[in-house]
């Protein structure tokens, strides 16, 4: 895989409360500099980064209901379509976990397909993906999820929101996920700080990556390729 | 101080993205049982709330922009009006911490008086609580921070969320926030996890606290006054 290969299935992303409008343009400036995919950033920085990276192929992703997905259907539906309205293209909501876990699958299904229903009216091009917060979750309730991704068609399912304290991505949930999942995409996030771990996601199956450590990440992949 | 007096500081609070239905109906059973001020549950679950505590002195808090604080006033002033609709009486904002940490003090003070505005128009007896996580900030920004609730006219201050990283409420921050604040009332929460801690903060200034172990730290303040 080359260092482009591998930027071209990042977000890059910066979604910690302390970010400042600064360090936005900055993860934007990196992103054109090293081709990501995207720059993931909280919904109150979406103009900036669109701003920043308008007539550039980098994209702007946003979250909605982030990072516990236990807001109301409309607020999420409201994240959604703000950042929408700001030239995001993609959205990253997280699902109504204790629904879930309480096994309300009609509940999660229809919080989740009312957002999808905004993003797909935005556009073809507009792409929704769907946290699970895997680590906080059982096998059965990881698969009780992808049904409900599965019947609201969503794009992608993402591991993870990368703020839970049970953890982020791990292998086996990407495997997991694109068992279950297959033919929607599997965005692997959370903790993924170094190249090994990035690859071993993409061995697994991630078809993206959601990365703070983007820039180490990539410099070490091309530091790699200029030995071989 | 009785079981009692400290039962009506305390938002007996559950704000995990697990938690389920049962497990909301359980806390308001708890608060009723126990003569808490407040449960303080998600915005998914006030409806829920406001049913099972209705007709009781029990009020029910939630949250907006929670815990990240990093969506848009639209999207706060949407969280807030939504609970206010469903119920809820008190709302914890969680202030624009990027904007906070960059000196941006008219962005982090329009942001909080757009929601004020929301709460006050209520009525005279809901409340909006401000969130300033304050392990995350230096004396100088919650000073600013301070400064900004003073200007926005908010009811309480509250430290933290309860979900950063960097920790929750102590008796040091909780003394800066009175000493900077008063008349505006302190919240205490993040962390406060049994009795000898609560009382703690309130001799550091407290008037309300947050936390989840509500029920065990009035036990053992139950026992503590039996056997005196």
Chains 1, 2 share one sequence.
Not at 171 to 189: G, N, S
Not at 195 to 210: H, N, Q, V, Y
């Amino acid at each position: 895989m080359t260092p482009q290969q591998l930027a071209a299935m990042i977000d890059h992303t910066l979604l910690r409360p302390e970010a400042t409008c600064p360090q936005i343009d900055r993860l934007c400036a990196q992103a054109l500099d090293h081709g990501f995919c995207a720059v993931c950033v909280n919904p109150v920085y979406v103009s900036q980064a669109v701003r920043r990276l308008t007539g550039s192929p980098v994209v702007v992703a946003s979250v909605a209901g982030f990072p516990l997905g236990a807001n109301t259907t409309a607020a999420k539906i409201e994240d959604a379509r703000q950042a929408i309205d700001a030239g995001a293209r993609e959205i990253d909501m997280v699902l109504q976990l204790g629904a879930l876990i309480a096994g309300e699958k009609n509940r999660v299904r229809d919080d989740i397909a009312a957002v999808a229903e905004v993003v797909r009216a935005a556009s073809p091009d507009h792409v929704l993906k769907v946290i699970l917060e895997t680590a906080a979750l059982s096998p059965e309730l990881i698969a009780l999820g992808c049904r409900c991704c599965a019947e609201a068609q969503v794009d992608f399912i993402k591991t993870s929101s990368g703020f839970h304290p049970a953890g982020g991505a791990t292998e086996q949930a990407v495997r997991t996920l694109k068992k279950l999942a297959t033919p929607i995409k599997i965005k692997a996030a959370g903790g993924i700080g170094d190249l090994k771990t990035a690859l071993s996601m993409i061995e697994a199956g991630a078809d993206r990556l959601g990365m703070s450590a983007s820039v180490d990440v990539i410099l070490a992949c091309e530091a790699l390729s200029s030995r071989r």
